[in-house]
């Protein structure tokens, strides 16, 4: 009975080191993205979930895609967030702003690191794009969203290492 939960056991830890290695949990592996229309391809570390930009691919509604979209000199990093926002088949007014969100690791919590001011559309259903920012300043960070009468959309979080 002891060796066959031993195995068993041998069997699961193999499988979660399989699974960490394949989604790049373990020990944070880096990712690549690139901007879109940019034949450059950056480096940026990111969560196990998190999608890099594209080119040519425009995520679903509801969902908010991050990846690197350039690098300058002395860890100046800017980013590519963009989201389809649909204001439904009467195509009423909608306003709209990002947040960039930097996780506190005192306070526990999200903190509100940049943020954009208020646009907004009527319509049909439009792509939304932002592009914030960061110099010298690592940690965890995600983009939120927010759409008026449609609540909040956020990003898987990312790790910036610089």
């Known amino acids: 009975m002891a060796s066959g939960t031993a195995t068993v056991f041998k069997l699961l830890v193999a499988t979660l080191a399989v699974c960490g290695a394949y989604f790049g949990v373990t020990h944070g592996a880096t990712g690549t993205a690139g901007a879109v229309g940019d034949t450059h391809v950056k480096t940026v570390v990111l969560s196990a979930q998190s999608l890099p930009i594209e080119a040519g691919h425009i995520p679903e509604a509801g969902m908010v895609t991050v990846g690197a979209a350039g690098a300058g000199a002395s860890c100046e990093r800017t980013y590519h967030a963009q989201s389809v926002i649909d204001p ?51 940690g965890w960070y995600r983009v939120e969203l927010a759409v008026s009468g449609k609540g909040v959309i956020i990003s898987e979080k990312f790790q910036i290492s610089c």
């Open 88 to 138: 439904g088949p009467s195509g009423d007014p909608v306003d709209y702003d990002w947040r960039l969100m930097r996780w506190s690791p005192a306070a526990h919590a999200w903190k509100t690191y940049l943020y954009s001011e208020s646009a907004g559309f009527m319509g049909s259903p439009r792509t939304v794009e932002w592009h914030p920012r960061v110099v010298r300043n690592p």
